[in-house]
């Protein structure tokens, strides 16, 4: 049992922690621990908003794409992908920038993509994104069908 708590305004539990993470979380004895259904309502709710923010960060660290013919990472900024979509439909090469997947910082830079290449790389763009959200429609179902506050406490990103 996780003895620390964090209460919603109607004083429902809607998370437990191990240790401490904030001031507005208290302890609570293994007697006041169980978990009562609008408890786990709330809970599930706290987990799906956690989730919602683990789909976010994943969507935002971007995509790879072997457009080039060598695997590249990608950011999924907004202006990244309005460029890339633009040069899509450009009939002259354009430089999007990219990273090598060598773990060097200094390999972030344009390079000159043709129109199909920019085709690949918007396709393999929405590819990871749906398998962002379907990673994260899944995991919600499950916390959703969660029987108890264990079972949701077992899904993670």
Request: charged share 25%.
């Amino acid at each position: 049992i996780m003895p620390y708590v964090k209460r919603d305004q109607q004083n429902n539990i809607i998370a437990r922690y191990n240790r401490p993470q904030s001031e507005d979380q208290e302890y609570v004895s293994d007697d006041d621990a169980e978990i009562s259904a609008l408890d786990l309502a709330g809970f599930k709710k706290t987990k799906i908003e956690s989730l919602a923010e683990s789909l976010s960060l994943d969507i935002n660290s971007g995509f790879e794409s072997d457009a080039l013919g060598a695997t590249h990472h990608y950011d999924s900024e907004q202006h990244n992908i309005d460029w890339i979509q633009a040069a899509s439909v450009s009939d002259v090469d354009s430089p999007v920038t990219c990273d090598d997947l060598d773990g060097n910082e200094d390999s972030k830079q344009p390079r000159n993509h043709t129109s199909a290449q920019c085709l690949i790389v918007l396709k393999d763009g929405m590819s990871a994104l749906l398998a962002h959200k379907t990673k994260f429609r899944t995991l919600r179902d499950q916390v959703l069908a969660a029987a108890d506050e264990a079972a949701v406490n077992a899904i993670n990103w």
